[in-house]
């Protein structure tokens, strides 16, 4: 599992088509084509082949660390493949993610959840200091 955080100060996100890679790609329910968030932690996430599911709550801390660094409870979790050359299957992901989301839900973050299966245009707005991004694996 692979993620690349960002302290933004505003992203938006546009779905603009459906994914056809990989083969097995499956696609989650289109809530809203445009999202956005403002004072947020972007957190784009791609889960690997082997990548064991109880890994997913070190990234949990992780996120919840940078919100504290930060002092901001907004969160954007961003489904991304581009990460990684060795994708887990779709629906090992979405199970993954799924429990990513369930353990976010359960404290004081603010969440915003990113359509997974989708080619977006991507707007990022990122604060100018130390540490306003990172690159975590898990």
Do not use: W
């Not at 994914?19 to 972007?42: F, W, Y």
């Amino acid at each position: 599992m692979k993620s690349l955080l960002f302290h933004c100060k505003d992203f938006g996100s546009v779905i603009t088509g459906l994914s056809t890679r990989p083969d097995d790609m499956v696609h989650g329910d289109i809530l809203d084509e445009k999202q956005s968030a403002h004072n947020c932690i972007l957190a784009f996430v791609t889960i690997e082949k082997g990548d064991a599911i109880e890994k997913s709550s070190e990234l949990v801390q992780e996120i919840y660390k940078f919100c504290k660094d930060t002092d901001h409870n907004n969160v954007f979790l961003c489904p991304f493949a581009h990460l990684s050359n060795s994708l887990a299957s779709a629906k090992d992901a979405l199970v993954i993610l799924e429990k990513i989301v369930n353990e976010l839900k359960t404290s004081d973050i603010n969440l915003t959840e990113g359509h997974f299966g989708s080619d977006k245009e991507l707007l990022i707005h990122l604060y100018g200091h130390p540490g306003n991004a990172r690159y975590r694996e898990f």
